[in-house]
């Protein structure tokens, strides 16, 4: 059965409170090291990196509302640097699915999978320029305080978050280890702590780090503000798709959409679920996909817009504003509906096995 934990927030503020109960865990459970997205420059940056000591989790941020990179793709090196001991990484749910996809990929180690996952409920990112802009404007700090003072309707309006963010439909998750949720709470009051099963909560010596349960109330306050935020993305995700058929849903648009694309690859090098998939198709011949025919190539073009994780970051790096997302999201939604997959899900197996994966 889930266990949910209240984290008191007192004068200190809500980041504090979260502060708190990743350095109990660190203690109690020993850690190594933690990823996280850390502060640095006043809290300007933000981006995913390695804690090696309890104190470090002081420039822990997982409310600042910006995403330089997906962590899931940072994962299995983490684990193979930091062996032997037990290691934790603080992820956005669509970081954290993309390290479930991973893993049901067999593109992770038995070193990784000893990491353990930290989901905190997301309100959503800015793209880098917007994020740079509103911290020239102002302090960094006030720009996620904002955003967890609106936790309980779901963070910033949709508009000032980056396209991928507006069209998220899953900003939390119900299976990592521990969840941090934010949704539906007054986070000046109180913060959730939840692990998905008696034995989790054991492990993590929870009890010792948040002693208090939440209250039935609270814990459904959550999954009905999660509930509505979700059908509002999933209505700002079909008039963005509509948009994008009125421009023309037919090949000749589609590429016209490539119009600007000067094949730099970086898109590709963000997406932490891409392995080649593409190669073939771009010309790319190497020894691992050289040999391949072209159904096994599209059985694994489909195997990742499958496990597309939604993180946006193909879209969020490329320079020349390629709207990848009006090709990705409704590709990959097609594909998940027809096989009736959601990414994250531990429990569903990945479709179609190609020969040689
Ligand atoms: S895609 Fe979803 S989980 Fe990822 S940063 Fe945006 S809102 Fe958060
Ligand atoms: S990042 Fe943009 S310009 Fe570069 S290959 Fe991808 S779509 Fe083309
Ligand atoms: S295809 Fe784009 S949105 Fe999907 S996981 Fe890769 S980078 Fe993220």
């Not at 599209?298 to 969020?316: D, I, K, P, Q």
């Not at 590709?331 to 994966?357: F, H, K, M, N, T």
Request: charged share 25%; net charge negative.
């Amino acid at each position: 059965m889930r266990v949910n934990r209240l984290v008191e927030v007192d004068e200190a503020g809500p980041l504090a409170a979260l502060q708190a109960v990743l350095h109990g865990l660190w203690e109690r459970n020993g850690l190594v090291a933690m990823l996280a997205p850390l502060e640095s420059e006043g809290g300007r940056e933000v981006s995913p990196q390695i804690a090696e000591e309890p104190r470090a989790v002081a420039a822990v941020n997982p409310f600042a509302p910006v995403m330089p990179a997906n962590a899931a793709a940072l994962v299995v090196d983490f684990a193979r640097e930091h062996q032997p001991g037990p290691l934790a990484a603080v992820l956005r749910p669509c970081e954290w699915r993309a390290v479930v996809e991973l893993r049901k990929r067999r593109r992770t180690t038995p070193e990784a999978d000893r990491v353990t996952t930290i989901a905190v409920d997301c309100l959503g990112c800015h793209s880098a320029g917007v994020w740079s802009e509103r911290t020239r404007a102002a302090s960094p700090s006030d720009i996620w305080r904002e955003a967890l003072t609106y936790a309980d309707q779901g963070g910033f309006t949709p508009q000032s978050l980056r396209r991928g963010c507006q069209m998220c439909t899953a900003p939390a998750v119900r299976d990592a280890e521990l969840t941090i949720g934010l949704f539906g709470l007054n986070t000046s009051c109180a913060l959730l702590a939840s692990c998905p099963d008696e034995a989790t909560d054991a492990r993590l010596h929870m009890a010792e780090i948040a002693p208090r349960l939440a209250s039935e109330e609270l814990v459904v306050r959550r999954e009905v503000a999660l509930g509505e935020l979700a059908e509002r993305r999933g209505r700002q995700r079909d008039i963005l798709s509509q948009e994008a058929q009125r421009r023309g849903g037919g090949l000749a648009e589609v590429l016209g959409l490539f119009a600007n694309c000067s094949l730099c690859g970086d898109c590709l090098d963000a997406c932490p679920l891409y392995n080649g998939e593409l190669a073939g198709m771009l010309g790319v011949r190497s020894a691992r996909h050289g040999g391949r025919s072209l159904l096994a190539e599209l059985v694994e073009l489909g195997r990742w817009l499958a496990s597309c994780s939604g993180c946006g970051m193909c879209e969020e790096v490329c320079s020349c504003r390629v709207p990848l997302l009006d090709i990705v999201s409704p590709l990959s939604q097609r594909v998940r509906d027809e096989i009736a997959y959601r990414p994250g899900d531990r429990a569903a197996a990945l479709p179609w096995v190609a020969s040689g994966s």
